[in-house]
């Protein structure tokens, strides 16, 4: 047996065996890209097409809170929404590789246990990246700008990833528990009212106070709304509640929270799938 594939032969060098397993399975991922692009040209396309459908189509009938422009303020929710949509996706490759045997076949390989996880969530980040890059382009060509300087919109895109860290983690778990590609469609409906249930497209102070209050407390909320302050976004600052003057702090916490409990959840559901 080659060093390569002798397990036994490798303690001294676990974190690098590992991490060349999990690049090993990202390559795996970017392989699928490169022979389904239109795939990957639909999950880029199609916030761009919400985005444009709200600034241009819908957008004229909604007021932001101190007269801003609601395209300004449209842009840093749709980051956020799109961040959290990319839960399907990850929910449906994890049930399509576990009804297609792979996850076990992987298992039972000379393998790291960790890699087949941390290149499901490093490809999903790549990807995740690219739409960011992609959805603030097309907003730029809009003629949206943000205001704060180039560390601020750095430290906005960072919140924005670290939501997205987050969710992957809830896709993951969810798709082993559901087991097949069919039952996603569930979690999209209960996806969307999630979504819309948020600031991203229309302020808190712009609903019924119960409905504004749910919508606050948000984890998307928090994370918009924290981008929309970090980009300098004018009179986009949100009300006087607590959440909206902690919303920094909220996009930091609110994902280490569902990090805190999916995390776990997830790598013991992947260690009970042989058992």
Request: glycine share 10%; charged share 10%.
């Amino acid at each position: 047996m080659s060093a390569a594939t002798d397990t036994t032969a490798r303690p001294a060098n676990t974190l690098y065996w590992a991490l060349a397993d999990s690049w090993t399975m990202t390559r795996r991922g970017l392989a699928h890209w490169a022979r389904r692009p239109v795939q990957v040209v639909v999950n880029l396309v199609f916030p761009v097409m919400m985005l444009l459908m709200f600034a241009y189509f819908l957008g004229g009938g909604m007021t932001v809170p101190g007269g801003g422009d609601y395209k300004e303020y449209l842009v840093p929710g749709m980051l956020a929404l799109t961040m959290a949509f990319g839960l399907e996706g990850t929910m449906l490759a994890v049930t399509t590789d576990l009804n297609k045997g792979v996850i076990d076949r992987f298992r039972s390989m000379p393998m790291a246990p960790s890699a087949v996880l941390v290149g499901r969530s490093v490809l999903d980040m790549l990807q995740s990246a690219l739409s960011l890059c992609v959805l603030i382009g097309v907003a730029l060509a809009m003629g949206w700008r943000w205001h704060d300087g180039l560390g601020d919109a750095l430290y906005a895109v960072g919140l924005l990833l670290w939501l997205r860290f987050a969710m992957l983690w809830i896709g993951i778990h969810l798709g082993m528990v559901a087991g097949r590609p069919e039952l996603v469609q569930a979690v999209q409906i209960l996806v969307w009212p999630v979504g819309f249930l948020s600031n991203a497209f229309s302020a808190p102070e712009n609903m019924p106070a119960w409905l504004g209050t749910v919508a606050e407390w948000n984890p998307m909320s928090a994370t918009a709304a924290a981008v929309r302050d970090l980009f300098g976004i004018p009179g986009a600052g949100g009300g006087g509640s607590w959440a909206a003057e902690h919303a920094r702090l909220l996009a930091v916490c609110w994902p280490l929270f569902l990090l805190a409990v999916f995390f776990p959840l997830a790598v013991g559901r992947f260690r009970r799938l042989s058992h």
